[in-house]
């Protein structure tokens, strides 16, 4: 079992960053792909960014692309979530996702363990 815990939300103004982590608790996390999603009030929960095992593989929504970078450190059990060059539109909680398939990177529902989300908020 995985325990997942978000760091790094907050205000900020249009154009800048934030630099998300995700920590894991136990020792098989490099065992698990990992994802970021987003959740705006009122809408479903959206794929952002994902990493494979090794950090080979990433993959990104379009909305994200040249925008954000997902990486992760198996050393610390930590996955990051990089995101410059915000945008009103990026407001929402940003959760943090772990799974054992090895299909099914943006669908949330293959995901096996989730952490508790952070609030990023960005002003115009």
């Known amino acids: 079992q995985v325990q997942l815990v978000e760091s790094g939300g907050g205000l900020v103004q249009a154009g800048g960053s934030l630099r998300l982590s995700c920590a894991a608790s136990g020792r098989t996390f490099s065992s698990y792909a990992m994802g970021w999603f987003l959740q705006a009030p009122g809408k479903e929960r959206e794929f952002v960014a994902g990493i494979g095992r090794s950090s080979v593989n990433t993959f990104y929504a379009d909305s994200v692309k040249g925008r954000f970078t997902i990486s992760r450190d198996n050393a610390k059990n930590t996955v990051y979530l990089q995101m410059n060059s915000l945008q009103p539109e990026d407001t929402a909680v940003y959760y943090c996702?772990?799974?054992?398939?090895?299909?099914?990177?943006?669908?949330?529902?293959?995901?096996?363990?989730w952490g508790q989300g952070t609030q990023v908020t960005v002003s115009s």
């Open positions: 996702a772990a799974k054992t398939a090895t299909l099914g990177v943006t669908d949330y529902q293959v995901y096996d363990y």
